[in-house]
């Protein structure tokens, strides 16, 4: 379930051979004084019935690679990186991309500071 700043995705468990999870995304923009407008990422919920939560944040022009780092941080609690909840419906993924966009002001063409993508570890 896709709202403005939150996702919401369950699934049981054994579907696939994989565990069950009850996962929450948030998302903000943050004003940073010296990096400027960031995208500031709470995941939290549980995977195989073990809680976790993980906060993230990305520069302005690297923002939208947050499926990438999703992927990645639930993968490290236990679920499989080509199951991330992230992708599972691409209507809400493109909705959450545009609610981004949005939130950041960019728009496409916008330049990309190569040194941000190390940085947000992508």
């Known amino acids: 379930m896709f709202e403005p700043g939150h996702l919401h995705r369950?699934?049981?468990p054994g579907l696939d051979g994989?565990?069950?999870?009850?996962?929450?995304?948030h998302y903000e923009v943050r004003q940073d004084?010296?990096?400027?407008?960031m995208l500031h990422g709470r995941l939290a919920g549980e995977i195989d019935?073990?809680?976790f939560e993980e906060v993230f944040e990305m520069h302005r022009d690297t923002a939208f690679n947050f499926a990438s780092v999703i992927s990645r941080l639930v993968a490290k609690h236990g679920l499989h990186p080509n199951h991330s909840p992230i992708m599972r419906e691409h209507e809400?993924?493109?909705a959450i991309?545009?609610?981004i966009r949005a939130?950041?002001?960019?728009?496409?063409?916008?330049?990309?500071?190569?040194?941000?993508?190390?940085r947000d570890g992508l």
Do not use: C, M, N
Not at 33 to 37: L, N
């Open 49 to 51: 019935g073990k809680a």
């Open 103 to 118: 939130k950041l002001h960019t728009k496409p063409g916008d330049a990309v500071d190569f040194d941000h993508l190390e």
């Open 92 to 94: 809400e993924y493109d």
């Open 33 to 37: 004084a010296q990096e400027g407008p």
């Open 10 to 12: 369950s699934r049981l």
């Open 18 to 25: 994989q565990p069950g999870y009850s996962i929450d995304f």
């Open 97 to 99: 991309f545009e609610d």
